[in-house]
């Protein structure tokens, strides 16, 4: 019965910003490494930010300085704060979880157009 589901995914113009959001169901959350992956059309599916149990932080070289990636163990929940986004930020972004097991969300379309 574990689900994760993405949201907050949308059209955006360049330079804009958005916040997507995965609600996570895994028990005890607050022990799983949780990251927001994405895939282009394409192109190979990336590790774009990571947040680890102890709320310490990594990103892809292509989104440092520009995406913010945080936790609310209360809430179970991640969030990925996307600030001036890019046309090559265009991609569906997964939110996936690992710990003794691994479990993905459905994914959450960001299009950066103008």
């Known amino acids: 019965q574990v689900q994760l589901t993405e949201s907050g995914g949308g059209l955006v113009q360049p330079g804009g910003s958005l916040r997507l959001s995965c609600a996570a169901s895994?028990?005890?959350?607050?022990?799983?490494?949780m990251r927001w992956y994405r895939q282009a059309p394409g192109k190979q599916r990336e590790l774009v930010a990571r947040i680890t149990s102890l709320s310490t932080t990594n990103y892809a070289d292509s989104v440092k300085g520009r995406f913010t990636i945080s936790r609310d163990n209360a809430k179970k929940e991640i969030y990925l704060q996307m600030n001036s986004l890019t046309l090559e930020d265009t991609a569906v972004y997964y939110c996936?979880?690992?710990?003794?097991?691994?479990?993905w969300g459905q994914g959450t379309q960001v299009t950066v157009s103008s």
């Open positions: 895994v028990s005890p959350f607050r022990l799983y490494d």
């Open positions: 996936m979880a690992t710990w003794r097991q691994d479990y």
